[in-house]
């Protein structure tokens, strides 16, 4: 008999939202996610922990965190993005210009669609 465990690191998107992107100061689409670690048995989630709460500019790739408070008071529309504090975060991915997909920032190139990091 097989057993099936794993430790993961999930990212769940909750809304798409207008706002003012403080690194570029441009008005953009920004996405509030949160990511969490997740135990796994036999693919079924059991237990999370260590919610963080993001919002990406998905133009610039700039990403903040965001407290849970504010994330819940945005995702149900009873605050504004642009009245939450944000915290620019260490941004250790890239999205890529040619397909959209997250990857990695120490990659010259794309693993998705072969396109080079600009």
Not at 95 to 106: A, I, M
Request: net charge positive.
């Amino acid at each position: 008999m097989f057993i099936f465990i794993d430790v993961t690191q999930l990212i769940k998107e909750f809304k798409r939202l207008q706002g003012v992107c403080i690194k570029c100061h441009q008005k953009r689409e920004l996405v509030l996610t949160k990511t969490y670690r997740c135990f796994r048995l036999f693919f079924i989630p059991i237990w999370h922990w260590d919610e963080k709460y993001y919002v990406v500019d998905q133009t610039c790739g700039a990403t903040y965190q965001i407290s849970e408070e504010d994330a819940v008071l945005v995702k149900y529309d009873k605050k504004d993005i642009n009245e939450c504090q944000l915290i620019e975060a260490y941004q250790t991915t890239m999205r890529c210009s040619g397909c959209q997909k997250s990857f990695d920032q120490d990659y010259d190139f794309c693993p998705y669609c072969g396109q080079k990091r600009k």
